[in-house]
């Protein structure tokens, strides 16, 4: 779901500023920073190179790697008490005042301090990842886009913010109020009782948040969605034939159908050179066209099965 949290924190911050009346590209603009804020939380991944890397040399066993590797993605640097204080802590940078920023440094330095306190080691040095790559984001916004100190501070909440509801679908729930001992999302939320079902529920989320992004890009751009959609679409429903061929995938077993049915967008987009503005747009548009007709396709197929 990574590209999906940083679309839909992309969606959700261009059309927000939009409302209030900010120009198109500037909106743009706020939206594309909001969708590096919800990439953030995902640095968390940093653990698996340096742990194999470890493990290479015999100093840690395939099962306490894998151990901690479960614990540590999806876990506090998902946190909505995390990401606020982080948001905090980039707003603060962004002032340019001395004391403001040892402020956040400061912030900072705790949200690693809590973090080794709770998880151990590990966990600390992923959060210290997080909060660098988030003050990162925020001097870049800043110093770049020339974006204040306090629209900086939303657009990093909401980016922050919807990126572990994302996860509730996929995977475990995140731990949404590390450090405290209280649960909002005990399990799953299940979409279908079937677990195929429940796949085929959760990808068509995630294309719908796709579909949102492209929407707004179009929107805010000055295109007319429909008259980005090349016939070539169509070839999707071929994609109904692999109901039959391929094993009905799980969220434990889905890489055959993922990367299948990704495939169908590469095959339906249009070929050919990008020889005006709006044609890599097309592209893009009518792939993920092939895509959804594809998806829809095949679960239609299983239905029938």
Not at 18 to 42: I, K
Not at 46 to 55: D, E, S
């Amino acid at each position: 779901m990574f590209i999906g949290h940083a679309l839909l924190a992309f969606a959700l911050v261009a059309l927000g500023a939009r409302r209030l009346d900010v120009r198109p590209e500037r909106a743009l603009q706020l939206g594309a920073v909001a969708g590096l804020f919800a990439a953030v939380p995902d640095v968390d991944v940093v653990y698996a190179p340096v742990g194999l890397l470890v493990q290479s040399v015999g100093t840690l066993s395939p099962d306490v790697f894998w151990e901690t590797a479960n614990v540590v993605h999806r876990g506090p640097t998902h946190s909505l008490v995390m990401g606020a204080v982080l948001a905090l802590a980039v707003a603060l940078w962004a002032t340019e005042n001395q004391q403001w920023r040892a402020l956040s440094l400061a912030l900072v330095g705790s949200l690693a301090a809590v973090a080794t306190l709770v998880s151990g080691v590990v966990g600390g040095a992923v959060v210290l990842v997080f909060a660098v790559a988030g003050l990162g984001v925020g001097a870049f916004a800043a110093d770049r886009l020339e974006i204040a100190p306090q629209p900086l501070f939303a657009v990093a909440a909401v980016g922050l913010f919807s990126h572990p509801f994302g996860d509730v679908f996929t995977g475990g729930p995140p731990p949404f109020l590390y450090p405290f001992d209280a649960t909002l999302v005990a399990e799953r939320v299940l979409l279908h009782p079937d677990p195929t079902g429940h796949l085929l529920a959760a990808f068509a989320v995630e294309l719908g948040t796709v579909w949102l992004a492209v929407w707004t890009f179009a929107r805010l751009s000055g295109y007319q969605l429909p008259a980005l959609v090349h016939p070539r679409a169509a070839l999707g429903a071929g994609y109904a034939a692999a109901a039959l061929l391929l094993p009905a995938p799980t969220l434990e077993q889905s890489a055959h159908f993922v990367f299948s049915v990704l495939a169908i967008g590469v095959v339906g987009a249009p070929v050919r050179p990008f020889r005006h503005g709006v044609d890599w747009l097309e592209t893009v548009v009518t792939g993920l066209a092939a895509v959804t007709v594809a998806a829809v396709a095949y679960a239609l197929a299983y239905g029938v099965l």
